[in-house]
């Protein structure tokens, strides 16, 4: 591979470029790096530049648009880090599912991209641990890697020739690591709760945080239990180990674990480095309609900033503020409902700010998932059953399934609504 340097990369800017990143576990952080010293040092570089990123908060935290005064960054994903530029107009966010990203990033090719390659144990070039957009971003005019020496790449991550690079920037650093959560009593409710509803030789996908890591400690007892979703963590990793993820039993991938990205510990990445049935793929498979549905029994659990008495969930918004993306959720979402057996749950604590706000209100900020895409809503007061049920009683399910001290102020709501 042709041998770059930051300096070299920048020189490569021109105003009116997009620069496509890659991101959570496998952004070319040492790329990056080496990019905003050049352009510490040569600010005009990245004039009139535009980056995209899908960025995961804590993991993904530079803005590329300091790098110039008129460098802006387009976001799939607001994240803290980036709310400030975002607040002055430097930072645009893009309201796009996860699966319409990668086919946009296909239709409009990035002038340049840049990704994180390494060798797996074999000396095969390949990409890291997050597979997401590569094969859209790779359409790119120029593809600039990070080639980090510094891990090994997972034995199931896409291969990359070394003719499609134009060149790297060589590094040696360790992956980012996201500690495991605390499962506090609150979660572990939740997570029995989704664990009673998972039948054997289901196909789960879930999501990051406390809530989800319950979910899948609550499976131990389960048999021949199959993975398809946007991320493999150390849960998923444990439940491989102890023989519960077998994936023995879907149609498609039969016997593979399909993720998008590793996010976890160093020991999930070594692990993943060992193992040719953990597949890393893109969003077009682990996020597209017709390759779920052809999984019988997938069951979608995601989570809401809040529901509201007709279904309708608010993954993004606080308020009038933006605090996140729309995601991968309601592709997972619709998708479940095409499976043969299919189910989509929404599962999240009842209450937020310390038990001051009901998590269930009557009308949401703004509607991230349909009141249509939505079987199940899950807090740890209970269950309720939403598909099939006429419009009053599933305000009432809901109600019954909030915290006690909102129910009749939700009541309130529901009946001045009819």
């Not at 799939?76 to 893009?94: E, I």
């Not at 409009?108 to 390494?118: E, G, K, R, S």
């Not at 997972?154 to 980012?176: D, F, H, I, N």
């Amino acid at each position: 591979m042709r041998s770059l340097t930051g300096a070299g990369v920048a020189a490569m800017l021109r105003p009116g470029m997009r620069v496509f990143v890659g991101g959570s576990s496998n952004e070319p952080r040492g790329l990056v790096d080496a990019l905003a010293a050049a352009c510490h040092d040569a600010p005009e570089a990245a004039a009139g530049v535009t980056f995209l990123q899908f960025p995961l908060p804590g993991i993904n935290r530079f803005d590329f648009s300091t790098l110039h005064e008129t460098a802006r960054m387009e976001t799939f994903f607001l994240t803290p880090d980036l709310q400030q530029s975002h607040a002055a107009g430097r930072v645009r966010f893009v309201p796009m599912h996860l699966r319409h990203v990668f086919d946009f990033l296909r239709a409009q090719p990035p002038d340049l991209a840049f990704v994180q390659v390494a060798r797996d144990r074999d000396g095969e070039l390949r990409l890291g641990p997050n597979a997401d957009f590569h094969a859209a971003a790779s359409s790119a005019s120029t593809v600039i890697a990070e080639y980090n020496t510094g891990i090994v790449a997972p034995a199931g991550a896409p291969a990359v020739a070394e003719s499609s690079l134009y060149g790297a920037v060589e590094t040696s650093r360790p992956l980012p690591e996201m500690a495991p959560p605390r499962l506090d009593e609150t979660a572990r409710a939740i997570g029995a709760h989704v664990g009673a509803l998972v039948r054997d030789g289901d196909c789960l996908q879930t999501g990051i945080g406390a809530i989800p890591a319950a979910i899948l400690d609550a499976l131990g007892n389960h048999n021949d239990l199959g993975l398809h979703g946007g991320l493999l963590d150390d849960g998923g990793k444990a439940l491989v180990e102890a023989g519960v993820v077998t994936g023995a039993r879907k149609a498609t991938h039969t016997g593979k674990h399909v993720a998008g990205m590793l996010l976890g510990s160093q020991e999930l990445h070594d692990w993943a480095a060992t193992r040719p049935d953990v597949i890393l793929a893109g969003a077009d498979v682990t996020h597209d309609t017709r390759v779920i549905a052809s999984l019988d029994n997938f069951v979608s659990v995601n989570s809401a900033v809040e529901v509201d008495l007709h279904g309708q969930v608010n993954a993004e918004v606080i308020g009038s503020r933006q605090i996140s993306g729309v995601g991968g959720a309601v592709d997972f979402m619709r998708a479940a409902r095409m499976s043969p057996g299919g189910r989509s749950i929404v599962a999240m604590t009842a209450t937020a700010r310390r038990g001051t706000q009901s998590r269930i209100v009557p009308r949401t900020a703004i509607v991230t998932a349909l009141r249509t895409d939505v079987d199940i809503v899950v807090t740890e007061f209970g269950i309720a059953h939403l598909h099939g049920l006429p419009a009053q009683a599933r305000a009432a399910a809901l109600i019954a399934i909030a915290h006690p001290d909102f129910r009749g102020e939700l009541q309130e709501a529901a009946t001045a609504s009819t």
